[in-house]
Nanobody, 114 residues
Framework: QSQLVESGGGLVQPGGSLRLSCTSSGFSLDWYAIGWFRQAPGKEREEISCISDSNTSAYYVDAVKGRFAIFRDFAKNTLYLEMKSLKPEDTAIYSC???????WGQGTQVTVSS
């Protein structure tokens, strides 16, 4: 059974950093372009970053550009999102998914608060 599992979230103060991880079971992330999404309370889920299957190109929405970095480790079948200079508006549940999409995982909660 195909499954996505996110981890690494938590409570962090404004200006802090976190690294999120996404791994899979039942299939390899290597075969896909893959992105990070987030859903803030009361808002729609949005894609904030994605990386190509060849690992040669990445995309970021303006809200996270320059603060977040997406990268993947093929050997570990893991996708990462390095988040720096976190802001309260980054508070959300963060999830990963491939293109085309798999069943959504549970996501990982990121809370930015003093």
């Amino acid at each position: 059974q195909s499954q996505l599992v996110e981890s690494g979230g938590g409570l962090v103060q404004p200006g802090g950093s976190l690294r999120l991880s996404c791994t899979s079971s039942g299939f390899s992330l290597d075969w896909y372009a893959i992105g990070w999404f987030r859903q803030a309370p009361g808002k729609e889920r949005e894609e904030i970053s994605c990386i190509s299957d060849s690992n040669t190109s990445a995309y970021y929405v303006d809200a996270v550009k320059g603060r977040f970095a997406i990268f993947r480790d093929f050997a570990k079948n893991t996708l990462y999102l390095e988040m720096k200079s976190l802001k309260p508006e980054d508070t959300a549940i963060y999830s990963c998914n491939t293109n085309p999409p798999q069943t959504w995982g549970q996501g990982t909660q990121v809370t930015v608060s003093s």
